[in-house]
């Protein structure tokens, strides 16, 4: 059955309507003068993140037109369906079942499977924990994509709760000055490499596990089998490489939805066991709230449906998301392979072209550092771009001078954000740094904000391995969200092939040979690569 278009149902129709007639001219500060419970009224409590939502450009009706919405795209039965194992990546014919990972033994579908790898995963990490008997100190994870940016964010933002002799790397760039100054510090024999990777055929992952095993034997290493573990689908492609020890997963878990498989095997390391059970447990806690909350009540689907709404009815084409907590430093860049890469399609899943546009721009960098290179644009450029912050209650460091401090930051953001400042209350405030000779009223214009600029504020009450698998499993059941409306397919990547094909078709070219048949900037570029 044909999925319904949602820019045909009764729903957006309305939803334009509402746009033209109040949607467009919302304004926030007048918004929280009418109603002193705005605040409250549009915040929502899900497992392990609090949503403060009010600061959005929306209201009751809004919320209302975009639920039914939701309801007449069936987005309830496609998640139940998603949820049952159901064939719903149809390009590739594969159940989308990451849930599974993070369900309690005996409670989802392949739970037997799942909880066996999970032990075993599990009893590794532990080994390599034990360092008096493993005699590891470095663990370098080579893989790209899903294979390597959910591990590589997750560890440092659980660096609190992490072995604290253990020394996590990551490569993932085909580029060699990625693994270069990484090797550079190694000992062969205190180094485990994970080899990761989904299909294991990758072309920068292949290649870096080469000089891996190379730089291995060359330095005196003794024993790859002990020393290089494999994590993937395609077991007999890791034999073939020589890996006895490997962790395997499912063609129904995605790259970008996979830390939970034992993908997450690093961060097993570096946090252990009852940590990674508490990681996999907070997510599966999202999982039931999406599952079970009313749709008006249910977070990943009221931020999803407002990524609609900002989109397809105001126009914004990105998103900034800024944690002001160090640890998430690679959070931005995690949820964009997650949003981008699941939500970057132009067709339906019925393959027909779509009339609207799909996945914003996701991007940011940690408060505070943002403040300092582009938040100008934010308060004071021409595009409105919605604004994510995340608040950490707790600090799991000692100096809550500091913490107070990047707290008071991310306040003070999101509300400079909304408020503003116009030209009349600019004129009235003195600006040691203004030039004494420009006219005050051209200056003023330069120092006012237009203001009611939105933004969302998530808060979790501290950093736990429990926190971050519920914050992570918020942003996937958001991505399906919008993905549910738009009807596109979020487990699918195609667009990635097509560079990856005419990749090799020019590898061989480097060497010699005409260039014939290429394009002239192609041809150039290539003729003055060439070693
Ligand atoms: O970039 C495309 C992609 O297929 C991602 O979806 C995936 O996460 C990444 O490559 C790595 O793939 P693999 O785990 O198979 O090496």
């Given at each position: 059955?044909?999925?319904?278009?949602?820019?045909?149902?009764?729903?957006?129709?309305?939803?334009?309507?509402?746009?033209?007639?109040?949607?467009?001219?919302?304004?926030?500060?007048?918004?929280?003068?009418?109603?002193?419970?705005?605040?409250?009224?549009?915040?929502?409590?899900?497992?392990?993140?609090?949503?403060?939502?009010?600061?959005?450009?929306?209201?009751?009706?809004?919320?209302?037109?975009?639920?039914?919405?939701?309801?007449?795209?069936?987005?309830?039965?496609?998640?139940?369906?998603?949820?049952?194992?159901?064939?719903?990546?149809?390009?590739?014919?594969?159940?989308?079942?990451?849930?599974?990972?993070?369900?309690?033994?005996?409670?989802?579908?392949?739970?037997?499977?799942?909880?066996?790898?999970?032990?075993?995963?599990?009893?590794?990490?532990?080994?390599?924990?034990?360092?008096?008997?493993?005699?590891?100190?470095?663990?370098?994870?080579?893989?790209?994509?899903?294979?390597?940016?959910?591990?590589?964010?997750?560890?440092?933002?659980?660096?609190?709760?992490?072995?604290?002799?253990?020394?996590?790397?990551?490569?993932?760039?085909?580029?060699?000055?990625?693994?270069?100054?990484?090797?550079?510090?190694?000992?062969?024999?205190?180094?485990?490499?994970?080899?990761?990777?989904?299909?294991?055929?990758?072309?920068?992952?292949?290649?870096?596990?080469?000089?891996?095993?190379?730089?291995?034997?060359?330095?005196?290493?003794?024993?790859?089998?002990?020393?290089?573990?494999?994590?993937?689908?395609?077991?007999?492609?890791?034999?073939?490489?020589?890996?006895?020890?490997?962790?395997?997963?499912?063609?129904?878990?995605?790259?970008?939805?996979?830390?939970?498989?034992?993908?997450?095997?690093?961060?097993?390391?570096?946090?252990?066991?009852?940590?990674?059970?508490?990681?996999?447990?907070?997510?599966?806690?999202?999982?039931?709230?999406?599952?079970?909350?009313?749709?008006?009540?249910?977070?990943?689907?009221?931020?999803?449906?407002?990524?609609?709404?900002?989109?397809?009815?105001?126009?914004?084409?990105?998103?900034?998301?800024?944690?002001?907590?160090?640890?998430?430093?690679?959070?931005?860049?995690?949820?964009?392979?997650?949003?981008?890469?699941?939500?970057?399609?132009?067709?339906?899943?019925?393959?027909?072209?779509?009339?609207?546009?799909?996945?914003?721009?996701?991007?940011?960098?940690?408060?505070?550092?943002?403040?300092?290179?582009?938040?100008?644009?934010?308060?004071?450029?021409?595009?409105?771009?919605?604004?994510?912050?995340?608040?950490?209650?707790?600090?799991?460091?000692?100096?809550?001078?500091?913490?107070?401090?990047?707290?008071?930051?991310?306040?003070?953001?999101?509300?400079?954000?909304?408020?503003?400042?116009?030209a009349?209350?600019a004129a009235?405030?003195?600006?040691?740094?203004?030039?004494?000779?420009l006219d005050r009223t051209v200056l003023s214009r330069?120092?006012?904000?237009?203001?009611?600029?939105?933004?969302?504020?998530?808060?979790?009450?501290?950093?736990?391995?429990?926190?971050?698998?519920?914050?992570?499993?918020?942003?996937?059941?958001?991505?399906?969200?919008?993905?549910?409306?738009?009807?596109?397919?979020?487990?699918?990547?195609?667009?990635?092939?097509?560079?990856?094909?005419?990749?090799?078709?020019?590898?061989?070219?480097?060497?010699?040979?005409?260039?014939?048949?290429?394009?002239?900037?192609?041809?150039?570029?290539?003729?003055?690569?060439?070693?």
């Amino acid at each position: 059955m044909a999925h319904p278009r949602c820019d045909e149902t009764i729903a957006w129709t309305a939803l334009g309507g509402h746009f033209e007639a109040h949607g467009r001219e919302l304004d926030l500060r007048e918004a929280f003068a009418r109603d002193a419970d705005r605040a409250a009224a549009f915040s929502l409590q899900a497992p392990e993140v609090f949503a403060d939502l009010s600061k959005n450009l929306w209201d009751d009706s809004t919320r209302r037109l975009l639920v039914e919405l939701a309801e007449a795209v069936q987005l309830p039965t496609r998640r139940d369906a998603m949820l049952a194992g159901e064939p719903i990546n149809t390009t590739e014919g594969r159940a989308v079942l990451h849930t599974a990972l993070r369900a309690p033994r005996g409670a989802g579908p392949f739970s037997d499977e799942v909880h066996e790898v999970l032990d075993r995963v599990l009893a590794f990490a532990e080994r390599i924990r034990d360092t008096a008997s493993s005699g590891i100190t470095d663990i370098v994870n080579i893989g790209i994509g899903g294979s390597d940016l959910g591990p590589r964010m997750a560890v440092p933002a659980l660096d609190a709760h992490s072995h604290p002799g253990l020394r996590l790397h990551f490569v993932s760039n085909v580029d060699g000055h990625d693994i270069a100054p990484v090797l550079r510090r190694l000992n062969p024999a205190t180094t485990l490499f994970i080899i990761a990777s989904k299909t294991f055929t990758t072309q920068e992952t292949m290649a870096n596990a080469g000089v891996a095993r190379a730089w291995f034997l060359a330095k005196g290493g003794t024993d790859t089998r002990k020393h290089f573990v494999g994590v993937t689908t395609n077991l007999k492609a890791a034999a073939e490489f020589g890996i006895t020890e490997t962790f395997g997963f499912w063609d129904w878990v995605g790259g970008r939805y996979s830390l939970w498989s034992a993908i997450g095997l690093p961060l097993a390391i570096a946090i252990g066991a009852d940590h990674f059970r508490a990681f996999l447990a907070g997510a599966h806690a999202m999982d039931q709230h999406f599952a079970q909350a009313p749709l008006r009540e249910n977070l990943p689907v009221q931020l999803g449906l407002l990524d609609v709404w900002y989109r397809n009815f105001h126009h914004f084409s990105s998103r900034s998301v800024a944690p002001y907590h160090q640890g998430l430093k690679r959070f931005p860049a995690y949820l964009q392979q997650l949003e981008m890469e699941s939500n970057g399609k132009r067709v339906d899943t019925d393959g027909r072209a779509l009339r609207l546009g799909t996945s914003p721009v996701v991007w940011g960098e940690p408060g505070t550092n943002g403040q300092h290179a582009y938040f100008q644009m934010l308060h004071q450029g021409t595009d409105v771009i919605p604004v994510e912050f995340i608040a950490v209650k707790t600090p799991t460091h000692d100096h809550a001078e500091l913490h107070t401090k990047a707290l008071a930051n991310c306040l003070a953001q999101s509300q400079a954000l909304m408020l503003g400042k116009t030209a009349a209350e600019a004129a009235t405030e003195s600006a040691p740094t203004a030039s004494a000779t420009l006219d005050r009223t051209v200056l003023s214009r330069h120092r006012s904000f237009p203001g009611n600029r939105p933004s969302t504020t998530l808060v979790l009450e501290a950093l736990t391995p429990r926190a971050l698998g519920a914050l992570i499993a918020l942003y996937e059941h958001r991505v399906f969200t919008s993905a549910t409306v738009w009807g596109i397919n979020a487990f699918d990547q195609w667009g990635v092939e097509l560079g990856k094909a005419l990749c090799n078709q020019l590898l061989p070219r480097f060497g010699s040979g005409d260039l014939s048949g290429l394009d002239g900037s192609t041809a150039a570029l290539l003729q003055r690569l060439r070693a």
